[in-house]
């Protein structure tokens, strides 16, 4: 089991990424999937999960609105777009299957001006 993020970088507050989990060694169309971050200092905490068909999504209240969640079972991948950027968003970012296998290495997402 694999997971691997990327996308992650620095933006402007304001600002915009889409961050992508390629997933490998698992029926990855069979799990629900989950988006977490971990500022420093601070607990991982959950951004928000999506169900195996991608049709349905759960966003944490401080990003509802402007973070979406969606997957693509063809490509094993899940991606989290992030519009408008806070600071209070810098954290390393993680996806994980529900229930299932490790966590990822994780990608560095920093909103500075």
């Known amino acids: 089991v694999q997971l691997v993020e990327s996308g992650g970088g620095l933006v402007q507050p304001g600002g915009s990424l889409r961050l992508s989990c390629a997933a490998s060694?698992?029926?990855?169309?069979?799990?629900?999937m989950s988006w977490w971050r971990q500022a420093p200092g601070k607990a991982r905490e959950l951004v928000g999960r999506?169900?195996?068909?991608?049709?349905?999504?759960n966003l944490a209240d401080s990003v509802k609105g402007r973070f979406t969640i969606s997957r693509d079972n063809v490509k094993n991948t899940v991606y989290l777009q992030m519009n408008s950027l806070k600071p209070e968003d810098t954290a390393v970012y993680y996806c994980?299957?529900?229930?299932?296998?490790?966590w990822g290495p994780g990608t560095q997402v920093t909103v500075s001006s």
């Open positions: 060694g698992f029926t990855f169309s069979s799990y629900d």
């Open positions: 994980k299957a529900l229930g299932y296998g490790p």
């Open positions: 999506i169900n195996t068909s991608g049709g349905s999504t």
